[in-house]
């Protein structure tokens, strides 16, 4: 549909290049829901003016959004009614308005991404391989992904860690988390050694080499995170097909298995660092499935 210019729209969008210095493409989103909104005023209703909407108009072509066939998302819904609330605010200060039919119109809530993660089959089949490559980065690949998937610690925390952080007599790891807040985290039996043999190597690989930090690169070198990336992303590409495979994938899947299998919330939070428990309760999302899956098999009207 083809509408005349409408110049307080243009003098709207003026405004925000102009005095409100935004950039073109802030402009141009502003000025697409802004025209969407007309169009649909003008089809719908016959109101060929914006300043001319109702309440009941604003709330029929959000919901229009939210279900039409063409739906979008929550976080777009909100963006647009952003635009909405910034014109009529223009119009008001203008006295081209006296009353906006959007002040009493709430954004909807935003869904929190839940975590995505691996599967414990394909964790399983992960370290079921037998090599993860040849020489020094070989055993590198190897005890990176351990130790992600064992301590869920994050890959910040893992590149920066130091041989004295890692306590044999202990069975231990202390992670230096966000704000320099330290957490201890337990090592299984199998991951202890492969440190101790991971270390006691070093000495026969390099004459010189980097003594602080516990993971080296094939040159004596410590880690870095787009190398431990890199790394990453190739050996979850041979389990899973998710389209996101950071190393952040393996601490959700170190939490989530655990809750899966049993383990209390809050040492859940303590092992991962989070500084409040609502940090840690998106992970008891993921498990409902699994909980659903139980209540089918083992209920007798599951």
């Known amino acids: 549909?083809?509408?005349?210019e409408d110049s307080r729209l243009k003098d709207f969008l003026d405004y925000l290049r102009l005095e409100k210095r935004y950039s073109a493409h802030t402009v141009r989103a502003y000025q697409d829901d802004l025209l969407q909104f007309r169009e649909y005023l003008a089809r719908e209703y016959e109101v060929p003016a914006i300043?001319?909407?109702g309440t009941g108009m604003v709330r029929s072509w959000l919901s229009?959004?939210?279900?039409?066939?063409?739906?979008?998302?929550?976080?777009?819904?909100?963006r647009k009614l952003s635009s909405l609330r910034s014109f009529y605010k223009y119009l008001l200060k203008k006295g081209i308005v006296t009353v906006?039919?959007?002040?009493?119109?709430?954004?909807?809530?935003?869904?929190k991404k839940l975590p995505v993660y691996v599967?414990?089959?394909?964790?399983?089949?992960?370290?079921?391989?037998?090599?993860f490559g040849d020489g020094w980065k070989g055993m590198t690949t190897a005890?990176?992904?351990?130790?992600?998937?064992?301590?869920?610690?994050r890959l910040s925390e893992l590149v920066s860690l130091k041989q004295g952080q890692v306590n044999v007599y202990t069975r231990s790891i202390k992670v230096l988390g966000k704000g320099n807040k330290e957490r201890i985290v337990p090592l299984q039996a199998g991951l202890l050694e492969e440190i101790s043999r991971y270390e006691a190597l070093k000495s026969s690989q390099w004459t010189s080499y980097d003594?602080?930090?516990?993971?080296?690169?094939?040159?004596?070198?410590?880690?870095?995170?787009q190398y431990v990336y890199r790394m990453v992303k190739e050996y979850l590409g041979g389990i899973?097909?998710?389209q996101k495979r950071s190393p952040h994938i393996l601490r959700h899947s170190f939490a989530t298995h655990l809750l899966n299998n049993g383990a209390d919330l809050n040492a859940v939070k303590e092992l991962l660092g989070h500084a409040s428990l609502a940090a840690t309760q998106v992970y008891t999302h993921t498990t409902i499935g699994k909980l659903k899956e139980v209540h089918k098999k083992a209920h007798p009207k599951g």
């Open 64 to 78: 229009e959004q939210r279900e039409g066939r063409t739906a979008v998302s929550s976080r777009t819904i909100s």
């Open 119 to 131: 599967e414990e089959r394909q964790a399983e089949q992960l370290f079921s391989t037998e090599t």
């Open 51 to 53: 300043e001319a909407a």
């Open 1 to 4: 549909m083809h509408l005349p």
């Open 143 to 153: 005890l990176v992904l351990r130790l992600f998937y064992q301590t869920g610690m």
């Open 100 to 111: 906006s039919p959007v002040n009493n119109l709430v954004a909807p809530k935003m869904g």
């Open 240 to 242: 899973t097909t998710l």
């Open 211 to 225: 003594k602080e930090h516990l993971l080296l690169t094939e040159k004596g070198k410590p880690l870095y995170a």
